[in-house]
């Protein structure tokens, strides 16, 4: 059984980085589309990119495009999110899912297994 483990969240200025991991474990990750979700407690998850496990094609969200950067690195069996300029309507909690048909997107549905999230706060 896949487990998916996020971490690298926290506090941040406005303007500021942070680079959020997800390692997983259970399984290899060569096999999955990992994507990368935030969340407002109380209302749905936004997808924010994902990562397919062919080519490595990337995909983003209109509101994080030319800011955040999704890698892989399949020897250490982890998926990063690189987020820059990061803006106060970036604090949600993030959440890291992988899809065992390789092929992902920005629904949840499209997940099969999903990590316990970590929080990312911008604020001044």
Not at 59 to 85: C, E, H, P, W
């Amino acid at each position: 059984q896949l487990q998916l483990v996020e971490s690298g969240g926290g506090l941040v200025q406005p303007g500021g980085s942070l680079r959020l991991s997800c390692a997983a474990s259970g399984s290899t990750l060569d096999y999955y589309a990992i994507g990368w979700f935030r969340q407002v407690p109380g209302k749905e998850r936004e997808g924010v990119s994902y990562i397919m496990n062919s080519d490595g094609s990337t995909y983003y969200a209109d509101s994080v495009k030319g800011r955040f950067t999704i890698s892989r690195d399949n020897s250490k069996n982890t998926v990063y999110l690189q987020m820059n300029s990061l803006k106060p309507e970036d604090t949600r909690i993030y959440y890291c899912a992988a899809d065992s048909s390789g092929l992902g997107g920005l629904r949840e549905l499209e997940y099969d297994f999903w990590g316990q999230g970590t929080q990312v706060t911008v604020s001044s």
